[in-house]
């Protein structure tokens, strides 16, 4: 079974911090994902990696960046956390010929 | 940009009922998916079409896909409270990347 986990389920965060999530997946999928999920706007793409140093901006990128380092592993940082990115945040990982993705258990970021 | 329209948004019924929920779109997909997502837990994938005019079965859930491949429907027979969650479509773009676009999702309460 693939397994995709988060660094942390509930995370709560001052404005103005530096945040770190990060994502292990464990089935040598070359593609990754950052998606957060909002009540009425479904998930919405962050970013995305499709290789090691490689990545692509989302639908909505400004305010995050992403690292990706090792092919198992995709970091997402929030470089200056502000009030309106409190919201799910969700990893998903995927193999280079299927579009099937599969998702860790999330985020739940506060930021106060 | 494609979109992926899921009608009803929320839906209550009676344990042992039938339902349907629908996903569509004025645009033409390569594939697929629906996954389920559980309250506080990332969406876990049920199931991919790609032939235009496919159905699959998983136990209790048929799933179709149109001939056109611009829509698709999830019908549940004799609906249980563990089919309780929200149901989410997503469609891989023909000759795109790896990225989806998903749905806004249904939300899905079985009454025991």
């Known amino acids: 079974d693939v397994k995709v986990t988060q660094s942390s389920r509930y995370l709560v965060k001052r404005t103005g911090e530096k945040v770190f999530l990060e994502c292990v997946q464990d089935m040598d999928h070359e593609n990754m994902f950052w998606y957060r999920q909002d009540p009425g706007l479904g998930l919405r793409l962050i970013y995305f990696s499709y290789d090691v140093k490689m990545k692509e901006k989302g639908d909505i990128p400004e305010g995050y960046s992403v690292s990706r380092e090792k092919k198992e592993r995709f970091s997402l940082i929030l470089e200056s956390a502000s009030t309106n990115q409190t919201s799910m945040y969700l990893c998903?990982?995927?193999?280079?010929?299927?579009?099937?993705?599969?998702f860790g258990p999330g985020t739940r970021l506060t930021v106060t | 940009t494609q979109l992926l329209e899921q009608s009803p948004q929320f839906l209550s019924i009676q344990e042992g009922e039938n339902l349907t929920v629908y996903c569509n779109s004025s645009s033409v997909f390569s594939s697929l998916q629906w996954y389920r997502q559980e309250p506080g837990e990332g969406p876990v994938l049920l199931v991919t079409v790609v032939t235009g005019g496919e159905v699959k079965k998983l136990k209790r859930l048929t799933f179709q896909f149109g001939d056109a491949r611009k829509d698709s429907s999830l019908h549940i027979t004799a609906a249980q409270p563990g089919d309780t969650g929200l149901y989410l479509c997503?469609?891989?773009?023909?000759?795109?990347?790896?990225?989806?676009?998903f749905g806004t999702g249904t939300r899905l309460t079985i009454i025991p």
């Open positions: 998903a990982s995927g193999d280079w010929l299927a579009y099937e993705q599969y």
């Open positions: 997503a469609g891989a773009a023909p000759f795109g990347n790896e990225k989806l676009t």
